[in-house]
């Protein structure tokens, strides 16, 4: 986890500095610290807990110069505390760097240092960073830096600075996320482009085992060993208020209203309007792979698992494949039999999740095409699949998913309906009528978050409100559905949820049943719809408080339920996208109701990339 940032040029680096930290404040945000080379030398601050904090205190203590570098953090090695926060420094404080990733030999590196008289001042593996480039420091920042790394096992994306080099940045990667953006006369560093989007859109995305040596002048990109490295500069074309609440009192509010239009991008230039057809290029699959596919897997970790398992059910359902659907971080160590022709679909909205990556280097070892779900464009899952289907969904800020899995489900469904369309599994009528169905589903998530009256009426109800536990039930499309619903509300309000296919109800949790238990029942119209009512029965027969999620026009379920909350009607394979909405928002309101720290919940971080 943990974020970095760092600047050079005429600007103030401390304004880049906490511009670009509090965008990355959902990387962790245990503590904090900038450092910055100015005319007296390496100055720094710290501080432990959120970045107002540092923000306050470097009022007090203001630092100036040309070059700096920040970081915000979420603990791997060490207790959060100001000793313990980076940047960290060599023995005479010359020298300063910043990291997120883990370095996994640091002990060993730490008791060599120690043998050979370096006083460490903190916990963490970092600092070994500090003291290595220190030790192999003649006078060349960017020289001792890959000395350095040639030292290190592990992953790392690092800033460094040292006060006897004023005009050059090093930055360097090896498994963590880093980009170098360009400006005049200046250059900066980030863990992603919402850290320094205010001030360029000119990014390089920057590949394991380069180090960069970034001056006002331009980027140099070699590896440890001295080799030279080319790398385009890309522009990136997201807005920044992007990146911004816009008036929201919440990012996950924001990104919940932004569903629509998100959906609607995220079919932008997928379907072909004269063919009636699907095209996803970008997955780089060729039609013969498609057909020749006897096994599909997909692997996610949290609620980019949830959507995972809306495609399966998608994907088996309508393309007749078998799909195998793992968490990452179990995949990883199944040791997973992938048989030939094989297709690994990885989802991640960072791109960036580490189970997630080593279970695409792992399918990719034995054999398997690696096409990906993904949000963040140049992201290392993007890199290192065969192909991938963008997400378009813009950067997503609020810890707890939203708009990502909205999107994600949305792109099983347009890949569905690929698949179907080249092995013939669906007719031409049917993938006309799928993607029909498809394009109205975004009007209607706007229908949705239009009429939220009910939901937030309900979310101030001392019985929903004040609850101790929840069910979320669902049956078929809408098991993940129960899922992501409990998920969400567990995460954001701490409020103890659990998920449960309905049917399994009677096999043990409604023995928790009693009058003070909500049990919201995801009952819309569809297959397993008498199913679901009789579950909806069972419970209410002990007295549980039913919220229902139904399909508008449903009167006939109120008799069963405490309370209704209506989506549009809807093709029923599609209908997790719509269930999602009211479900985000029941979490949102019970927690900001609560008082909770909606976009940044205790214990989490957006991006977890540690294992
Ligand atoms: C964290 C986030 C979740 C996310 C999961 C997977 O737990 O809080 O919102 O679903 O990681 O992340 P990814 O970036 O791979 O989708």
Not at 12 to 30: A, F, Q
Not at 268 to 285: C, F, K, P, Q, W
């Amino acid at each position: 986890m943990c974020g970095i940032v760092g600047y050079i040029g005429d600007k103030s680096p401390v304004e880049v500095i906490m511009t670009g930290l509090h965008r990355l404040e959902y990387r962790g945000y245990d503590s904090s610290g900038v450092a910055v080379v100015g005319e007296n030398g390496l100055d720094c601050v710290k501080s432990v807990g959120k970045l107002k904090i540092m923000d306050q205190k470097l009022e007090e203590h203001p630092l100036k110069g040309n070059l700096g570098i920040g970081h915000t953090r979420w603990a791997t090695h060490g207790v959060p505390s100001e000793a313990n926060s980076h940047p960290h420094f060599n023995g005479a404080k010359t020298i300063a760097v910043v990291h997120n990733g883990i370095i996994e030999n640091y002990y060993e590196l730490r008791e060599q240092l120690q043998a050979a008289g370096v006083v460490f001042r903190s916990q963490t593996d970092t600092e070994v960073i500090a003291h290595l480039v220190d030790k192999y420091y003649e006078g060349d920042l960017f020289a001792a830096v890959k000395r350095a790394l040639k030292d290190c096992e592990g992953a790392y994306a690092i800033g460094v600075i040292c006060q006897d080099n004023p005009d050059v940045l090093v930055a360097a990667r090896h498994g963590s996320p880093l980009i170098v953006g360009l400006g005049d006369n200046e250059g900066y560093i980030g863990s992603d482009v919402p850290a320094i989007m205010k001030y360029t859109r000119n990014v390089m995305y920057i590949e394991n085992g380069h180090v960069c040596e970034i001056t006002r002048a331009g980027v140099k990109i070699e590896d440890v060993d001295g080799n030279p490295v080319s790398m385009e500069v890309k522009t990136v074309e997201w807005d920044d208020a992007a990146a911004e609440k816009e008036g929201y009192p919440h990012f996950m509010l924001k990104e919940i209203h932004q569903q629509g239009a998100v959906l609607r991008n995220t079919l932008a230039g997928r379907i072909d309007e004269h063919s009636d057809s699907v095209r996803l290029t970008d997955m780089n699959i060729a039609p013969e792979e498609l057909k020749a596919c006897g096994k599909i897997f997909i692997v996610a970790c949290g609620t980019a698992w949830h959507a995972g398992m809306v495609g399966k059910f998608l994907i088996e359902k309508f393309a007749k494949v078998p799909v195998e659907l793992d968490l990452a971080s179990e995949f990883r160590y199944r040791d997973p039999i992938i048989p030939p022709n094989s297709i690994m679909i990885p989802v991640s909205q960072s791109g960036e999740t580490a189970d997630t990556l080593e279970a695409i280097r792992i399918a990719k070892s034995r054999g398997a095409k690696v096409a990906s779900i993904v949000n963040a464009v140049g992201s290392s899952v993007a890199r290192e699949s065969h192909g991938v289907v963008y997400q378009q969904a813009g950067p997503e800020i609020g810890v707890a998913s939203t708009k990502a899995y909205t999107s994600q489900c949305m792109c099983f469904a347009l890949f569905t309906i690929w698949l179907g369309q080249v092995r013939g599994t669906l007719d031409k009528d049917q993938v006309a009528m799928m993607i029909r169905e498809l394009r109205a589903v975004p009007d209607k998530v706007d229908a949705i978050l239009k009429n939220q009256d009910k939901v937030k009426e309900l979310a101030n109800r001392p019985e929903y409100r004040d609850a101790v536990g929840a069910f979320f039930l669902g049956r078929n499309y809408n098991f993940p559905s129960a899922l992501e619903g409990a998920l969400k509300l567990k995460e954001i309000s701490y409020i103890h949820a659990e998920g449960y296919a309905a049917g399994e109800m009677k096999h043990g949790p409604i023995a928790l049943v009693t009058n003070t238990f909500p049990v919201v029942c995801v009952a819309v119209k569809g297959e397993t719809y008498e199913k679901m009512v009789s579950n909806i029965q069972e419970i209410k027969a002990r007295a549980g408080l039913i919220i229902s999620v139904a399909t508008e026009g449903d009167e006939s379920i109120q008799a069963h339920s405490n309370d209704v909350i209506y989506i549009p009607e809807c093709y029923e394979p599609y209908s997790p996208i719509l269930v999602a909405v009211p479900l985000q928002l029941l979490a949102y309101h019970i927690s900001a109701n609560l008082g909770r720290d909606v976009d940044q919940p205790r214990n989490l971080a957006k991006s977890v990339t540690v294992e």
